[in-house]
């Protein structure tokens, strides 16, 4: 059995995979601190589920699209129960509120049903940490891996107008996204040394690791010290960006769609 073990897992495989747990995590975290009507109990497991699942179908015999239809599928059961578990109901009760939510969406009703809301982000997480997980253990593709949670997580921290801090979580973020990518330089050199017949040293892994937590932690110091330009320029830019029809039209639609009614 251990041997078995040994020949799906190669090494680090399971401080990758813990680093993208809290990576996936941090995200949704965010969201929470950011005031979104979201249930943790749904999300966070759900979304540690995905990466799970993620590294199991990439070291399978599938094929990236079968991997992907049969991980969706465990992704939508998994959904289900979580949220049926989390709101005291049964899977059927769930349902008829999607139903009854994609009714109001479509006729130009509204619906502000929170259960729904945590659902479709419990179901984004899954296939982000499913995401993360194939396109670091099946394809080396680390910039898959940081750049779609962290689009997310840099929206919410920009545009969040409340008491809450969240400039935390997205230094966080950016430390463990720099470990992956010290975790993914390391894979690739490991790979052209073996294609060209260079044995590396069995300490050099965790030395490469140590190395690259400390230049981590010192990009860090470095950014929050160094004091940032004036972007006047930059921001009207954007902010013209934030006011054209078809944004404003979005913002409406999802305002609409997830906005508490006020009493």
Same mark, same amino acid.
Request: with cysteine; charged share 10%; hydrophobic share 50%.
């Given at each position: 059995?251990?041997?078995?073990?040994?020949?799906?897992?190669?090494?680090?495989?399971? %401080?990758?995979?813990?680093? /993208?747990?809290?990576?996936?995590? #941090?995200?949704? +975290?965010?969201?929470?601190?950011?005031? =979104?009507?979201?249930?943790?109990?749904?999300?966070?497991?759900?979304?540690?589920l995905g990466v799970t699942f993620g590294l199991i179908f990439a070291r399978s015999q599938f094929g990236e699209f079968i991997a992907l239809i049969i991980?969706?599928?465990?992704?939508?059961?998994?959904? %289900?129960?979580?949220?049926? /578990?989390?709101?005291?109901?049964? #899977?059927?009760? +769930?349902?008829?509120?999607?139903?009854? =939510?994609?009714?109001d969406a479509m006729t130009g009703g509204i619906n502000t049903d929170d259960t729904v809301f945590t659902l479709m982000v419990a179901f984004l997480f899954w296939f982000l940490g499913y995401n993360a997980a194939w396109h670091s253990y099946r394809i080396d593709?680390?910039?898959?891996?940081?750049?779609?949670?962290?689009?997310?997580?840099?929206?919410?921290?920009?545009?969040?107008?409340?008491?809450?801090?969240?400039?935390?979580?997205?230094?966080?973020?950016?430390?463990v996204s720099l470990l992956l990518i010290v975790r993914s330089t390391l894979d690739l050199r490991e790979w052209e040394w073996y294609n060209q017949g260079i044995r590396m040293p069995h300490k050099l892994r965790r030395q490469f690791l140590y190395v690259g937590t400390f230049l981590a932690v010192l990009t860090l110091l470095a950014g929050w010290v160094i004091p940032a330009r004036p972007l006047e320029e930059q921001e009207t830019r954007f902010e013209e960006f934030l006011q054209s029809p078809s944004l404003q039209d979005l913002a409406e639609f999802w305002s609409r769609l997830f906005s508490p009614i006020d009493a």
């Open positions: 059995m251990f041997k078995g073990l040994r020949q799906f897992f190669y090494p680090g495989d399971f %401080l990758t995979l813990i680093l /993208l747990i809290v990576l996936m995590c #941090i995200t949704p +975290v965010s969201l929470k601190a950011g005031e =979104w009507p979201l249930s943790m109990a749904v999300v966070l497991p759900v979304t540690a991980s969706s599928t465990y992704g939508v059961c998994l959904v %289900l129960i979580f949220t049926s /578990l989390d709101t005291s109901s049964g #899977i059927n009760d +769930v349902l008829s509120r999607v139903l009854s =939510w994609s009714s593709r680390i910039w898959r891996v940081v750049l779609p949670p962290g689009l997310i997580l840099a929206t919410n921290t920009i545009f969040y107008a409340g008491d809450n801090n969240l400039e935390y979580f997205l230094a966080i973020y950016i430390f």
